[in-house]
């Protein structure tokens, strides 16, 4: 199911530079460049002189130009320059989609531009506060998007697929509420007095006990943040006290390239220890090897879906929240 009407992340801000970038997204083959003013601009892959893609060209005095005969085209798709002629026909265009520059990612429109509205966009202010560090990444998964956000909002695959990184042996224990607020689904998962994940008691500097948190919000179309953390046992954490303890952001941006791949752009937002590079490069080696426990995970749940075409999903109470995202979608998908 991919809904059209909404914002996608493109990409990160820094991916886009001074060539064009190719990406597709919900099946639209996209060129994002930098033109005047250094702003992003969001085209389909297409030149509509002669059908070249757009990406294989280059960014010319603010321009996206065409590697075949030249044509430039601005911000807006339109054809601005034609070689060998004074005119440019005003019927030539490259199609245009609606993008934003926030949170450090672009984000782009692809269905009806008329209802782009970019206050609709996720908030992600970890991102550009100074109090907050983030290490960053994309990852190209050969799975379709709803497996990853599934996945997203269901903790008790932390105890197996993360044995390695942030699993323990009571994650299936965890105290779990489920609500919907709007369209948003919320989770609060908590474990108290329990072992410190080592990622999470390595970065704190915790021993002993906790209290450990993993909520989320699931925000339409495919966000997903992650509120996580742990505190010394006792010490106010679940009444709002986290002073005693760390707590991370891990952001999700599920996008859709196709119906079985997806860009995964993650982030790994903290505001402990902030100006300490070697805690940041331990955090964003744990990150990376937990989105790849999942990235094998679904890359092999998505090649068993393509082999048994019929096959049915079996639900456990732990699957509420998957299954609530589900109903969202589908009611977000019958809007239109």
Known sequence: MLLRNAWYAAAWADEVGGEPLARTILNEPLVLFRGAGNAVSVLQDRCPHRGVPLSKGCVT??????????????????????PGQDTVPGTIAAKAYPSVDRWRWIWVWIGD?????PDAIPAMPWLSDPAWVAPTGRIHLR?????????????????FVHRRTIGTDDICAAKT?????????HVERWLLDKPAPPLFAKAGNLSGNVDRWFNSVFLPPSTTILDIGCAIAGTGAPAGDR??????????????????T?????????????????????????AEATFAEDVAILESQQAN????????????????????????????????
């Not at 321009?63 to 054809?79: Q, V």
């Not at 799975?143 to 105890?159: C, K, Y």
């Open 113 to 117: 531009p008329a209802a782009a509205d």
């Open 61 to 82: 005095e603010g321009t996206l130009e065409c590697a075949y005969h030249g044509l430039r085209f601005d911000a807006r798709g339109h054809c601005v320059r034609t």
């Open 177 to 185: 509420a489920v609500k919907r607020v709007g369209d948003a689904v």
């Open 262 to 286: 997806t860009h995964y752009f993650w982030a790994y937002a903290r505001n402990f220890r902030i100006d300490e590079p070697d805690v940041t490069a331990m955090l964003r080696a744990g």
């Open 143 to 159: 799975a379709g998007h709803e497996l990853l956000i599934e996945n997203l909002q269901n903790h008790m695959h932390l105890q």
């Open 243 to 260: 002073s005693r303890g760390i707590e991370i952001r891990s952001l999700h941006a599920v996008t859709p390239e196709t119906e079985t």
């Open 305 to 336: 879906a393509e082999r048994f075409v019929d096959g049915r999903f079996a639900n456990l109470p732990a699957d509420r929240a998957g299954v609530l995202v589900d109903r969202v979608r589908r009611e977000l998908a019958a809007r239109g």
